[in-house]
Every structure is written in C-alpha cells, then in structure tokens.
C-alpha cells in the first residue's frame, strides 16, 4: 500500500513540475514587455527598448510611428500604423547609403504586402521592411527590423514576431 501510494504522489509531482515549466515561461514572457501607446495603436515592446517617436499625427496627440532601440544596438523594431493610409517617410530607402537587396509582394483580398531589404553600403546595418496597404490606401501599417547581423536578427527574431503580433490599431 505505501509503495502505490508513493508512486501516486511521485506521478502527481512529474506533472506538476511538468504543468509549471510549460505555464512559467508564458507567464515570465509577459512579465518583459511594456506598452507603448501611440496616437492610433498599441503595441508592446521587449522590456530594455528604448522607443523613439517618429512621425507625429496630424490627427490626434501622439505619433503614428515608433522605433524601438535595443540597448546595445544590436536592433530596432519600428512601427508606422497611422489611422488612415499614409507613408512611412522615416524610413525610406537612401539610395546614396543604402542598397536594395530584395523585393517582393504578395496580394490578397483586401491588401497588398511588400517585404523590402536593405543593405548599408558600408555594411554597418541591414533592414527588412514589412508594408500591408488596403486597396484603395485607406490603410497602411508597416513593420521594420534593422540589424547589425544574420546573428543579431536570429538572436531577436522571437521578440520580433511577438512585437509584430502585438500591434493593436485603435479607431476614432
């Protein structure tokens, strides 16, 4: 008797320890981010970022796009989701200092992606641009990520799909 009731408790501890090392680290990943809160969206960013407003709205208080700098430099997320479509201005391609490395687009129903890379001439950075346009532009939102490396982007890139995922646009 006491031998299965030390294997009960014994099994009843394994799931315990495996019910906790699956719900701690979904709970710590929440823990790590904050809140930027911009004139039309919401989104969190890694906990460390130091966020930048850009591009100021024309119609509310606050800006329709952000850069998020790691603390080392090593990337930046950036955000542009204005309330109605315009153009992501700050970070336009520098043909002078800057190379297009690839591009491609994808249309659906309702939008138009187009992914962009960028390369520095002196291969200091690269970015990858993200932009999803409704037809007709009433829409736009844009994502981007400049990296020093291959490295840096494949260290980040979870962090990244979590900060692309979190983007919450508001209306009037």
């Given at each position: 008797m006491l031998v299965t009731r030390q294997g009960r408790h014994l099994g009843l501890i394994i799931a315990?320890?495996?019910l906790m090392s699956y719900w701690i680290p979904l709970v710590n990943a929440h823990e790590h981010q904050k809140i930027y809160h911009g004139a039309w969206f919401t989104i969190t960013y890694p906990e460390g970022f130091?966020?930048?407003g850009s591009l100021s709205s024309f119609s509310n208080d606050g800006f329709d796009s952000v850069f998020f700098r790691e603390p080392h430099g090593l990337v930046e997320f950036y955000v542009y989701s204005p309330q109605w479509g315009g153009v992501a201005s700050d970070?336009?391609?520098i043909p002078a200092h800057e190379e297009l490395i690839s591009k491609s687009?994808?249309?659906?129903e309702n939008n138009k992606v187009c992914?962009?890379?960028i390369a520095a001439k002196?291969?200091?950075y690269l970015r990858s641009i993200e932009e999803t346009r409704s037809f007709g532009g009433s829409s736009v939102k844009v994502f981007a990520i400049k990296y020093r490396n291959a490295e840096a982007l494949y260290?980040?890139?979870n962090e990244y799909k979590e900060f692309k995922k979190s983007l919450q646009q508001t209306a009037d």
């Open positions: 315990l320890v495996a130091i966020p930048r970070i336009m391609f687009e994808a249309i659906s992914w962009i890379t002196d291969r200091s260290a980040f890139s």
